[in-house]
């Protein structure tokens, strides 16, 4: 069992930066995947970045490459999100969620645990 609190969103200009945090509670979090998604008003929540167990490998939606940064602190049972370069299109409910496959939980239905979401306000 993994629980997962979000925590870092706010309001933002665009081209601004904000860092997101998922901190987790439970002994196994170093055995889980974790994957960022963001749900906007109106729209299917969508994935957004995943990060392995070990750090060691990391993937990223298209539209986020090269701006957004997936990491995490085992020690500190937590996975942040660096996003710069924010647009306005971006905003949205940012979500964490906790799987034991990578590759599976890159869609949503593929995630066995989530947080319950931070709000992300990137304003024009």
């Known amino acids: 069992q993994v629980q997962l609190v979000e925590s870092g969103g706010g309001l933002v200009q665009a081209g601004g930066s904000l860092r997101l945090s998922c901190a987790a509670s439970g002994r196994t979090f170093s055995s889980y995947a974790i994957s960022w998604f963001r749900q906007a008003p109106g729209k299917e929540r969508e994935f957004v970045s995943a990060?392995?167990?070990?750090?060691?490998?990391?993937n990223y939606a298209d539209s986020v490459k090269g701006r957004f940064t997936i990491s995490r602190d085992n020690s500190k049972n937590t996975v942040y999100l660096q996003m710069n370069a924010l647009k306005p299109e971006e905003t949205a409910v940012y979500y964490c969620?906790?799987?034991?496959?990578?590759?599976?939980?890159?869609?949503?239905?593929?995630?066995?645990?989530w947080g319950q979401g931070t709000p992300v306000t990137v304003s024009s």
């Open positions: 990060i392995t167990w070990s750090g060691g490998d990391t």
């Open positions: 969620a906790a799987s034991t496959s990578f590759l599976r939980c890159r869609w949503a239905a593929g995630c066995d645990y």
